[in-house]
């Protein structure tokens, strides 16, 4: 089985441009995770979904910031515009819940360097 | 409010030595789950050990054994006779409930393991 798959793997833009990531969970999945990586602040957690559905954004930093899962095979992650403080490694997760399992499996990552 | 703390920034042994990665967890909640993930130099997330709250039993695999011990809230990872291939950061993560919700994690642990 495919495991998470995220796009682009790397994403070099300017100030102010947006910018879109992308993620197709494991197949079967039904919760879906978006998580940051950075020097200063480590792995965090920026929005999480079940079924589709968001349950939790508080860790969006700002209104520049959206995520959208329209069907259970794929979201988003759009910033617009972006700073260069949004450098930072994004990672998706998913994993399956009803089990009590929560192993969360991660997808590479997109590397994003905001100039 | 849930923390994760992994006290050692960073380590260095040498191939063939033991090494005891730390990682002390604060939670309210009476049911939880512990994980260990591994984070080579090629940057992405690999799930290692999900243990729940109710499990105390010690986990070995391979050279791999975790020591889980609520009354210190401690969950240490120890790796035996440790390869170079072993060289990654380590991360400690919890999550509340069922599993199935987002992971809090520790800042991480680098490891070198030198030939």
């Known amino acids: 089985d495919a495991g998470v798959i995220q796009s682009p793997r790397h994403e070099v833009t300017e100030m102010g441009q947006e910018v879109t990531l992308r993620c197709k969970p494991i197949?079967?999945?039904?919760?879906l995770f978006w998580y940051r990586q950075t020097m200063m602040r480590g792995l965090e957690l920026l929005i999480y979904f079940n079924n589709n559905v968001p349950i939790d954004d508080s860790g969006m930093p700002e209104d520049r910031f959206s995520a959208k899962m329209p069907n259970a095979s794929f979201s988003t992650l759009k910033i617009q515009p972006s700073e260069p403080r949004d450098s930072a490694v994004y990672f998706c997760a998913s994993s399956l819940t009803g089990t009590g399992s929560g192993e969360q499996y991660f997808g590479p990552g997109t590397r994003l360097t905001v100039t | 409010a849930q923390k994760v703390t992994q006290a050692q920034t960073e380590i260095s042994v040498v191939e063939k030595e033991d090494v005891t990665l730390d990682c002390v967890y604060e939670?309210?909640?009476?049911?939880?789950?512990l994980f260990w993930y591994k984070q080579p130099p090629s940057g992405e997330l690999v799930f290692l050990i999900r243990?729940?709250?109710?499990?105390?039993q010690n986990e070995i695999s391979g050279r791999y054994s975790w020591n889980f011990q609520k009354s210190t809230s401690s969950f240490n990872f120890t790796i035996t006779a440790s390869q170079v291939v072993d060289s990654a950061v380590y991360f400690c993560a919890l999550s509340e409930n069922s599993g199935n919700t987002p992971l809090v994690f520790g800042k991480g642990t680098r490891l070198s393991v030198i030939a």
């Open positions: 939670t309210r909640d009476t049911t939880y789950y």
């Open positions: 243990r729940n709250s109710f499990d105390e």
């Open positions: 197949s079967g999945h039904n919760s």
